[in-house]
């Protein structure tokens, strides 16, 4: 309710100042009204009151409900588009947008970088404590299975 | 309008976005390597290039001033040291930013923005492995699929050797543009950096003769995962959805001569057998 008094506040002054000269009734109902109020208040003067002067025109609303038909037609151009960039990643075939990374070889290389950057981490700790064939510098470019 | 205006604003303060300038040069300098958005990597890139530049001029004022700003004090001899001499020959250019897929959060372009000739260098490793494929599809031309299988791909060094002297129009065992970047990558590189591409190269040709055995393994492993899965509910007899791992669409397979749109679009992308019709793109 008071959202709506205050839209209708906002529509009220706009069209007040641009119809200045088109309605000087209101104009002066205004003037009126503000000499009338002998007591401060913060609450604007009777702003129901003059809404109903204005012409119904002012207040634009749609006239029916708009058609499935016509809503669909304006729907037209909102469809998702389609990606026309789409090319194989030279590395491993992959599709993969134009000018961007390949995102399987990015996450394979990035995993295998991680792997080695924590073999060198345990390996200094860990330095000759006999472990496993795991704990051995693997060789160097051979992807775990689940890379791909 | 913003016409001729340099720098992004990032909605920050001008004091915050300096300060988040200075972190991210700090950390590529740290790094080597970070990821980021595109528009701040396309302007940390820039301020990068300029404090490399005052590593390689390497005197007292530009010392001070890198100092200033810098924000970890053991970034610093780094710039002034191995920056400088990695970018001696090099005239700029020392930083590339590759794009990555978009954000899953805010759909956000995302960058790697990377130190050139680092020793994780993405293009270097992506390099070869191009190389590698290509030298696997040239071999694949002339030799089946199981005799290729068999005898591999060997020379690979010799092939990218030959390869560093071509031109943009001369014929070769690879695309021009990935011999165009091979030799942008060895530009400013030593002999040693070859042989680490033809091993990196070889490498990959074995890993992707590999592939079809161990997504067969795969299969077979998450097959029997979920029947066991099955078992345990008390349902012996399952059949369930076969098979497990999803199929990927569009994939060529070493030796695809058809183009990725093609691929995959699938069925659809089938010409038409009468002339007259287009195909459907």
Known sequence: ?148 | MKHGVAFRKFSRTSSHRNLMLRNLVTSLFEHEQIRTTLAKAKDTARLAEKIITLGKKNNETSYRQAQAFILKPPVLPKLFTTFAERYANRPGGYTRIHRLDNRSGDNAPIALLELVDNPRDFKLEMTARAVGRELLNEKLRWDSPRGVVNSGVQHAEIAVAKELNLSGFDSSELRPTTRRNLQKVMKYRGREALTEIGAKASAYIETILAKPVAEAKMQLQADSKEKEKARKRGNPNFVGSFPVLPARAGVASPGETRPAMRLVQGALGRPARWRGRQALA
């Open chain 1, 1 to 148: 309710m008071a959202s709506l008094a205050l839209h209708q506040t906002r529509s009220f002054i706009s069209t007040f100042r641009s119809s200045w000269t088109q309605l000087p009734v209101a104009a002066s109902l205004a003037a009126n009204l503000e000499l009338r109020q002998k007591s401060f208040s913060w609450a604007l003067p009777g702003l129901q009151s003059l809404l109903e002067l204005l012409p119904p025109i002012v207040l634009a609303v749609p006239k029916s409900k708009i058609s499935h038909s016509r809503k669909s037609m304006r729907s037209a151009n909102k469809g998702l588009k389609d990606k026309r960039n789409i090319v194989n990643c030279p590395a491993c075939g992959e599709p993969k947008l134009a000018h961007h990374a390949c995102r399987a070889c990015y996450s394979s290389i990035m995993a295998r970088f991680k792997g080695e950057t924590k073999r060198l981490a345990t390996g200094a700790t860990k330095r000759m404590s006999g472990g496993s064939w795991l704990t051995r510098k693997a060789p160097l470019m051979i992807e775990s299975p689940k890379d791909s």
